[in-house]
């Protein structure tokens, strides 16, 4: 078959995902995109920045944030949310809805809890 008769293929194209411009730094850029339900920020070269974006070019750009995934070790169990509710006498659904207050003050000691560990992980945390 010669080459004139032979059917062109066409390029593959790469699979892309939708970039939003956060900030422009030098040479570089901070985008964001979604990868699967997370949001993700990553640095990548200015002239690679497009509305959509090769979903290869962006997994491979720096990370741009805290990984607070891999720095965090909430100890907030279920336990302690039901002891610390109980302990402010909310122990149904009815007093869930008739104790607003109470609600909000047990709560407020289990995000306390959460704050600190945050952060404590934030003072030893090594990153920008």
């Known amino acids: 078959m010669s080459d004139e008769n032979k059917v062109q293929e066409a390029p593959k194209r790469l699979p892309t995902v939708a970039a939003v411009l956060v900030a422009k730094i030098g040479e570089s850029v901070i985008v964001q995109y979604t990868a699967g339900k997370r949001s993700v920020r990553v640095m990548v070269p200015k002239d690679a920045y497009a509305e959509r974006m090769p979903k290869a070019t962006l997994e491979a750009g720096v990370p741009m944030s805290v990984p607070w995934a891999d720095i965090l070790t909430p100890t ?3 336990q302690m949310i039901e002891d610390t509710l109980y302990g402010h006498g909310i122990w149904t659904k009815k007093d869930w809805r008739t ?30």
């Open 99 to 128: 104790k607003p207050r109470q609600v909000m003050s047990a709560l407020q000691i289990l995000v306390s809890d959460l704050l600190d560990q945050v952060r404590r992980a934030m003072q030893n945390y090594g990153g920008e």
């Open 76 to 78: 907030v169990t279920s």
